[in-house]
């Protein structure tokens, strides 16, 4: 375990600011730890089942029962399930959705698809969050290209991270990455603390200035789910569910998503 209060003063002697700082409560014990490892071993076999039956012609609401069943019958709960109202058991977003895709019988995969799922789930207490992208059939080149800068972007963000790193790094490597491959970075919607709640602080930015923002401490586990879009950045919330976001020029867009835990040698990758 971490010193916490000295960590503190030392970075304060530094000169670093206090919003600048993790506050105790961001930090994971030991124990809790281990419950989100318990959450994230049936996240990440949900999503492999989920990677094992997709395919042309099922409905996004056949999705939402694989993932709802899976998860019940190793133990856990599906986070999204009633989270602030939200009504389905995993976000599902096709295409132009760029998050929180509402399940439903009317979607149905089509040849060419592009598609998130993402799969939260919740074990004593303790959650882990993560989710991938499937292309359905024939995708085109262009959409699997997308889909692997998204994929790489995460990728090259965490292989920079390390403890005591500034939060601002990991926006400022994916959107550094992705603007070099001619796609654009969703600003609007972050990563975020996770662990002891669906939904914790800090706010993890997907752009920004290098060398900036949190110091990323021992024990604060993250997640990092970059958003990117084929076209403008811009988005739009669809009034009809309050929930589902959009690109605004119809382009499309890819999201892949892990939960991190930092450590004192390192980052392990925990959901994915
Ligand atoms: N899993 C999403 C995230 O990565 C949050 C979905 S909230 C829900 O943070 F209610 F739509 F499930
Ligand atoms: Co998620
Ligand atoms: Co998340």
Redesign the pocket.
Known sequence: MIDFDALIAKYQKLGVSKNDLPTKDMIKTEDDIIAIKKAAFINNAVLDEVAKKIKVGMSTEEINTIVHNKTIEMGGIP??LN??G?PKSV?TSINDMV??GIPCKADILKDGDIINV???TIVDNHYA?A?RMFMIGNVSKEMQRLVKVAKESLDLAVKNLKPFSRLRDIGYTIEKYVKSQGFSVVHEIG??GVGND??EDPFVFHYGKKGTGMVLFPGMVI?I?PMVNEGSRHVFLDASNN?TIYTDDGGWSAQW?YTIWIKEDGVEIIAY
């Open positions: 986070a999204p989270y602030e939200f976000c998050c929180h993402d799969c939260t969050d989710s990563g975020h669906f939904h997640t789910e929930w998503e």
